[in-house]
């Protein structure tokens, strides 16, 4: 069965009870023990999260999957896979909330963590230590869509006996399987792609292992963050047209790509399908396409955070994967938790705007970036 056709089939059967063509949603805290066994309590399971898990394993090509309540959700689940005296190698250019989590709260624990430029293998590996127990990556970073080699990261922390862990968020299954090049555990906010219409908080974690999902079961369990049924509906809705929407976000990304690596106002574009970009050759080998995301640096950062509030069709906002075009200031917005000289030493510089394409016409875009940018 190839992508498009699990997006809408797998998981989402017609109801077997009704011949229902959408699955049921299933609002319901607990459940009756007269005749059946396998639902208890629905922090447990819920028959509309279990259809939202089959489909996400079924994108990955994987076993299992488990959804949570928000992206962070998952992630912080995925750490109790950690003990005090562990260490994580993470990638130097991930998500603000990941730099606050391993920095702010699990340093707390006893887990130290050290932040290394994924794209050298030498330095990568170098960063190992006997008590490294986990490789964090994302590919494309956020937000400077930088591109890792998965399969040799996965390869290095194999041989380390560590657990080797890509946030597939950016990609989304369409565009890249990390189980598929060796990865262990792959992470999503399903507030993103998966969802597609940003009505939706959601988190889900994929993995082969039996040994990681019999824990990771566990902790989503015991922890509690698990998403409401609804919220597993809409994701599943969202799902549907994952293929069809990937293809246009990847055709106006590369588009706006190259208008914006030509104006006069931007100094730099960061979008692994431009020929020129650093991640260009390893993009083109583990993706099936490029994405949606770019992020480009100004020339006068000064003025970038007024001019993006000149924008008439993009939005000036946080989050990113939606049908609607979003633009954001990591500086002053998703990494402002980051110090200042922490994001400066990764490349995060005031000039630096993330731009998440939507499905909108290209030429409204590029006509609302020009007056915007002058």
């Known amino acids: 069965m190839r992508f498009a056709t699990k997006a809408i089939h797998v998981g989402q059967e017609p109801d077997p009870r009704t011949g229902a063509v959408t699955p049921p949603l299933y609002l319901t805290s607990t459940y009756s023990r007269k005749t059946q066994d396998e639902y208890a309590y629905a922090r447990s399971s819920n028959p509309t999260r279990d259809a939202l898990q089959k489909s996400l394993a079924g994108l990955e090509a994987a076993k299992y999957a488990l959804s949570f309540s928000s992206g962070m959700g998952a992630i912080t689940t995925s750490l109790t896979l950690l003990r005090k005296g562990d260490h994580v190698v993470v990638t130097d250019d991930c998500y603000g909330g990941v730099y606050r989590i391993f920095t702010r709260i699990m340093s707390n624990y006893g887990i130290e963590s050290s932040f290394v430029d994924l794209r050298d293998l030498v330095d990568a590996e170098d960063a190992f230590r006997p008590e490294t127990r986990m490789l964090w990556t994302e590919s494309p970073t956020n937000p400077l869509m930088k591109v890792v080699d998965l399969r040799e990261l996965a390869v290095i922390a194999k041989a380390h006996d560590a657990i080797s862990v890509c946030d597939n968020t950016f990609a989304s299954p369409a565009l890249q399987n990390p189980l598929a090049l060796g990865i262990d555990l792959v992470v999503h906010s399903t507030t993103k792609y998966l969802g597609g219409h940003a009505d939706l908080l959601g988190g889900a974690l994929v993995m082969n292992r039996d040994d990681l999902h019999e824990k990771l ?138 731009f998440s394409i939507g499905l909108e016409d290209v030429h409204d875009l590029t006509e609302d970036l020009e007056q915007a940018l002058g």
């Open 217 to 354: 079961k566990f902790s989503q369990n015991a922890l509690g963050a698990i998403p409401s049924a609804f919220d597993c509906w809409l994701t599943l809705r969202g799902i549907k047209t994952l293929a069809v929407r990937m293809e246009t976000h990847c055709d106006n990304a590369e588009a706006l790509a190259k208008f914006l690596k030509g104006h006069k106002a931007v100094a730099k574009v960061h979008y692994p399908g431009l020929p020129d970009d650093p991640g260009h050759a390893i993009a083109k080998k583990q993706m099936r396409r490029f994405g949606g995301m770019l992020s480009f640096e100004a020339r006068d950062p000064s003025r970038i955070v007024e001019r993006l509030k000149r924008l008439e069709v993009i939005v000036p906002a946080e989050s990113l994967g939606g049908v609607e075009s979003l633009i954001e200031h990591p500086a002053s917005m998703t990494h402002a938790s980051v110090p200042k000289e922490q994001r400066e030493k990764q490349g995060i510089t005031d000039g630096l705007v993330r």
